[in-house]
T-cell receptor
Framework: QKEVEQNSGPLSVPEGAIASLNCTYS??????FFWYRQYSGKSPELIMS????GDKEDGRFTAQLNKASQYVSLLIRDSQPSDSATYLC????????????FGAGTRLAVHP | DTAVSQTPKYLVTQMGNDKSIKCEQN?????MYWYKQDSKKFLKIMFS???????INETVPNRFSPKSPDKAHLNLHINSLELGDSAVYFC??????????FGDGTRLSIL
């Protein structure tokens, strides 16, 4: 079982729709959860961090965490073509030292 | 005033050569990391230093040797380069238990 799993996509949504990206993780001791966006040929860019169960909203982005289900998601409202990128879910392992374990990423395509 | 900067951006070299990648951060962070992103875009941690001390040392060939002269700098030296070393290498930095910030990456191509 992979430590952090994501659907590789591509997830295709029309402009203006809600894009829903999902991630599951295997380490029950994980404490910190992040979503990074990576455009082709560029570096990962942090867009959301979440540390406790529930929802966290920032502009058009909402991160949701359910530690009991070992599940974290990212919702993008009013999707724009500029949101087209690969979204990486990252989780810190319970071993400490802020060791980030990344999923393989979900490619999102927003079409006009 | 780039926060995490890596040099060089591109590195093209032949098998068997030795090369180094340098990273510097001006964010005042205590911890720095090296990641490798392979052709399938999978991002995996290699090493981490906290205030010049090695704290994460994943299972990578011992041809890879990190070095941190001070907490703002982290270099990666690779000996006897192999075809499988072709990848993008990212440097990152953070404060303890805080989000990591990535440099622009070094694209290494082995001929």
């Amino acid at each position: 079982q992979k430590e952090v799993e994501q659907n590789s996509g591509p997830l295709s949504v029309p402009e203006g729709a809600i894009a829903s990206l999902n991630c599951t993780y295997s380490d029950r001791g994980s404490q910190s959860f992040f979503w990074y966006r990576q455009y082709s040929g560029k570096s990962p860019e942090l867009i959301m961090s979440i540390y406790s169960n529930g929802d966290k909203e920032d502009g058009r982005f909402t991160a949701q965490l359910n530690k009991a289900s070992q599940y974290v998601s990212l919702l993008i409202r009013d999707s724009q073509p500029s949101d087209s990128a690969t979204y990486l879910c990252a989780v810190t392992g319970s071993g400490g030292y802020n060791k980030l374990i990344f999923g393989a990423g979900t490619r999102l395509a927003v079409h006009p | 005033d780039t926060a995490v900067s890596q040099t060089p951006k591109y590195l093209v070299t032949q098998m068997g050569n030795d090369k180094s990648i340098k990273c510097e951060q001006n964010l005042g962070h205590d911890t720095m990391y090296w990641y490798k992103q392979d052709s399938k875009k999978f991002l995996k941690i290699m090493f981490s230093y906290n205030n010049k001390e090695l704290i994460i040392n994943e299972t990578v060939p011992n041809r890879f040797s990190p070095k941190s002269p001070d907490k703002a700098h982290l270099n990666l030296h690779i000996n006897s380069l192999e075809l499988g070393d072709s990848a993008v290498y990212f440097c990152a930095s953070s404060q303890p238990n805080q989000p990591q910030h990535f440099g622009d990456g070094t694209r290494l191509s082995i001929l």
